[in-house]
């Protein structure tokens, strides 16, 4: 049986002769097949010829690059896009939530490693980075956070907390987070919370997030 994106390149190219024999005008299609091992065949088909010399052939082929996945060049596999399409919302909620309550088990030293309540400002920071909250949308993260909160936590969440980031040196991207003496007063909670912030960040990323 033909991979799906194999049969899906098929149909367009069955379309794209549709539409050249319907103009009258002649047309071309290259497909470029990488089989295992890294062969490949390369196969030019012309599609019809004008019999009005005023008519030219398309100038843009429709060419297409099959991987021995099934995916196009450029585009990922099919199996990877496949995945991208059952994870749902609710299945995001639950894998964060997890994150969270991994995140809570992290030692510093011999002490929890989240221990105070504005360490969910990183967890604010690092959910904005990665995309799944927006950038000082305070009412949005305490609705999504709310929705993925565990049932035992640290330290209780605060919005009003959370807010409160926008008067230190975390607004910025966790990735630009640089120690200043002026503004962060001490360095030893500043390297707290890159801690939290970076360790939150590694738990997303093993959980494929």
């Given amino acids: ?32 097949y990488v089989a295992s091992g890294g062969q490949h065949v390369e196969t030019q088909i012309n ?7 005023s008519l030219t052939p398309d100038p843009s082929p429709l060419r297409a690059t099959l991987l021995p996945s099934g995916g196009r060049k450029g585009e990922g596999s099919f ?53 799944y909250c927006r950038d000082s949308d305070f009412d949005g993260f305490d609705t999504f956070v709310r929705m993925v909160m565990p049932e035992e936590v ?13 008067q230190t040196d975390f607004v910025r991207p966790f990735e630009e987070w640089k120690y200043d003496a002026l503004t962060s007063k001490t360095r030893k909670p500043f390297e707290r919370m890159v801690a939290v912030a970076s360790r939150f960040k590694s738990i997303l990323e093993e959980n494929g997030l």
């Avoid at 390149?9 to 539409?19: A, C, F, S």
């Avoid at 599609?47 to 010399?53: D, L, W």
């Avoid at 919302?89 to 991994?102: H, M």
């Avoid at 221990?115 to 690092?126: D, F, G, L, P």
Wanted: glycine share 6%.
């Fill in 1 to 32: 049986m033909l991979p799906a994106d194999v049969l899906k390149l098929l149909n367009e190219l069955l379309e794209r002769m549709h539409r050249a024999e319907n103009n009258k005008q002649g047309s071309k299609i290259e497909i470029v």
């Fill in 47 to 53: 599609i019809g010829t004008s019999p009005n010399p």
């Fill in 79 to 131: 199996k990877g896009r496949e995945k991208e399409h059952k994870q749902t919302s609710g299945d995001l909620a639950k894998c964060i939530k997890l994150c969270i309550t991994l995140l809570m088990q992290e030692k510093y030293g011999e002490e929890p490693l989240f221990n105070q309540q504005n360490h969910w400002q990183a967890v604010y920071r690092i959910l904005v980075d990665k995309g």
């Fill in 154 to 166: 640290n330290k209780p969440y605060s919005k009003g907390s959370v807010k409160q980031i926008s």
